[in-house]
């Protein structure tokens, strides 16, 4: 439920509150015959004052006690004409304001006390009634310490779940330093002993004038992209932390002869690590799969800064087909789990007019 559904929930309530109150009390006046227009109303403005105790307890109190207050000097009523009184004292202690609550209860009581004969049916209404009160402010101070305990419980639960987060982003941290290890010792060596046999191998060829296979230069040719395939994916199992900005990114797209060019929508915002991390990750992956498959192509890679939210938005012309499915390789599975993570949606997909387009929505502050 958003902030403001909350409010209005909590304002229709206070309101039905102030209405059942203003109701009960009103009903009881009305049997009573000497009941005048002016205790109608005081009545009714003392119960209404019960619509705003969240926002202002102590205006409150002081409105509801001052109007119960004229009411019982003026028309000598029963115990129930103080429930608007009672609600006040209760709100008032709930919120941490015990002395105005005794207060105000003591000044109620003093007034009850003096309307009409001291008689002993006087005494009793008037110990009934401070029993009330302090039933009010009780109830009041003891919602006050469960409203507390449930916020830190709370605290508590969401401090487990940030070190539970924690311990985790730690545990996969070193299972991708295990798998870098293992990659590395175990690819690295296997795949340098076939482009170093395939290196002999086109040298020998050259050397005694013979021509070289188009398979033997291949091999070589392959097992070189192999190994700058392995160290980079060494280097990003080694650490996920982006090592620049989307800038740089489309600077360096740039230099190896990318047609690219970066633009920037709205105010630019802090973002968090991780929405920050994402947003450099889908535009390397991005800038990536246009030079491996879009051809000579060009790249715009566009930043928009919304409320709450920062989209990435990377097209280009190349030679994508609209119409052939696009099966989902490794980037783009990436992509979408850090996406999804986040709260986020992706949609890749060859555009209608030809070539490739990725768009990534990521809410901004998010931090896991």
């Given at each position: 439920?958003?902030?403001?559904?909350?409010?209005?929930?909590?304002?229709?309530?206070?309101?039905?509150?102030?209405?059942?109150?203003?109701?009960?009390?009103?009903?009881?006046?009305?049997?009573?015959?000497?009941?005048?227009?002016l205790d109608y109303?005081?009545?009714?403005?003392?119960?209404?004052?019960?619509?705003?105790?969240?926002?202002?307890?102590?205006?409150?109190?002081?409105?509801s006690t001052a109007f119960g207050m004229a009411y019982v000097l003026h028309a000598h009523p029963g115990p129930l004409a103080a429930l608007p009184v009672l609600g006040a004292v209760h709100a008032?202690?709930?919120v941490g304001h015990r002395g105005w609550a005794a207060a105000a209860s003591g000044l109620y009581l003093a007034a009850?006390?003096?309307?009409?004969?001291?008689?002993?049916?006087?005494?009793?209404?008037?110990?009934?009634?401070?029993?009330?009160?302090?039933?009010?402010?009780?109830?009041?101070?003891?919602?006050?310490?469960?409203?507390?305990?449930?916020?830190?419980?709370?605290?508590?639960?969401?401090?487990?779940?940030r070190t539970r987060e924690e311990v985790a982003l730690r545990r996969a941290g070193e299972e991708r330093l295990r798998i870098a290890r293992e990659l590395h010792d175990s690819l690295t060596h296997?795949?340098?002993?076939?482009?170093?046999?395939?290196?002999?191998?086109?040298?020998?060829?050259?050397?005694?004038?013979?021509?070289?296979?188009?398979?033997?230069?291949?091999?070589?040719?392959?097992?070189?992209?192999?190994?700058?395939?392995?160290?980079?994916?060494?280097?990003?199992?080694r650490t996920d932390e982006p090592t620049g900005t989307p800038a740089v990114l489309v600077e360096r797209a740039r230099a190896a002869g990318l047609a690219v060019e970066l633009t920037t929508e709205g105010e630019e915002k802090p973002l968090a690590a991780t929405v920050d991390r994402a947003v450099y990750r889908i535009v390397q992956e991005a800038l990536t799969n246009a030079a491996r498959h879009a051809g000579p192509a060009k790249v715009g890679v566009r930043l928009?800064?919304?409320?709450?939210?920062?989209?990435?938005l990377v097209e280009d012309d190349g030679n994508a087909d609209p119409n052939h499915p696009v099966t989902p390789g490794i980037g783009l599975r990436g992509m979408a789990e850090r996406v999804t993570a986040l709260g986020g949606t992706l949609h890749a997909a060859p555009r209608a007019e030809g070539g490739f387009s990725v768009?990534?929505?990521l809410p901004l502050g998010v931090t896991a």
């Open positions: 439920m958003n902030r403001h559904a909350l409010v209005t929930r909590r304002g229709l309530a206070d309101a039905a509150t102030a209405v059942v109150v203003g109701a009960l009390v009103l009903t009881v006046a009305a049997f009573d015959e000497d009941t005048t227009a109303v005081v009545l009714a403005a003392s119960s209404a004052a019960l619509g705003w105790y969240r926002l202002a307890p102590r205006a409150v109190l002081a409105v008032a202690a709930r009850y006390i003096t309307t009409g004969p001291t008689t002993q049916e006087v005494f009793e209404k008037a110990g009934l009634l401070t029993g009330w009160f302090l039933c009010a402010v009780v109830t009041g101070l003891a919602d006050r310490n469960w409203q507390a305990y449930l916020r830190q419980t709370e605290q508590r639960a969401l401090e487990a779940e296997s795949i340098s002993i076939v482009k170093l046999q395939a290196g002999v191998a086109v040298h020998l060829a050259r050397k005694r004038g013979e021509e070289v296979p188009d398979a033997l230069l291949a091999i070589q040719e392959a097992s070189g992209e192999a190994m700058r395939e392995l160290r980079a994916t060494l280097e990003v199992l928009a800064y919304g409320e709450g939210w920062v989209t990435v768009r990534a929505e």
